[in-house]
Nanobody, 120 residues
Framework: QVELVESGGGLVQPGGSLRLSCAAS????????MGWYRQAPGKQRELVAT???????NYADSVKGRFTISRDGAKNTIYLQMNNLKPEDTAVFYC??????????????WGQGTQVTVSS
């Protein structure tokens, strides 16, 4: 059993900052990549940022220069620092992980989502 638990969402004014966290726990053997997707009302889920085990980072064009993904490998935790937030960043943010569990199966795992609302 693998679980991803997100935290850090909330309501913030335009121009403000939030930091999301995602902790992976359970029957984990190796983590290959972790990252964040988001889904705004009426829109498809979109990739926000990814971080591979090798340290490669990718960002959606819409968040480059404003969002930073990082990790604490010892805690199997990733973070998404979001600065200069805009109303169009309002969405449910989902953490995901591509990992090998202790049964040697590689799966995608998802968190339950955390709401980020940017509004004055």
């Amino acid at each position: 059993q693998v679980e991803l638990v997100e935290s850090g969402g909330g309501l913030v004014q335009p121009g403000g900052s939030l930091r999301l966290s995602c902790a992976a726990s359970g029957s984990i053997s190796s983590i290959y990549a972790m990252g964040w997707y988001r889904q705004a009302p009426g829109k498809q889920r979109e990739l926000v940022a990814t971080l591979t085990s090798g340290g490669s980072r990718n960002y959606a064009d819409s968040v480059k220069g404003r969002f930073t993904i990082s990790r604490d490998g010892a805690k199997n935790t990733i973070y998404l620092q979001m600065n200069n937030l805009k109303p169009e960043d309002t969405a449910v943010f989902y953490c995901y992980a591509v990992l090998m569990n202790t049964s040697a199966w590689i799966y995608d795992y998802w968190g339950q989502g955390t709401q980020v609302t940017v509004s004055s």
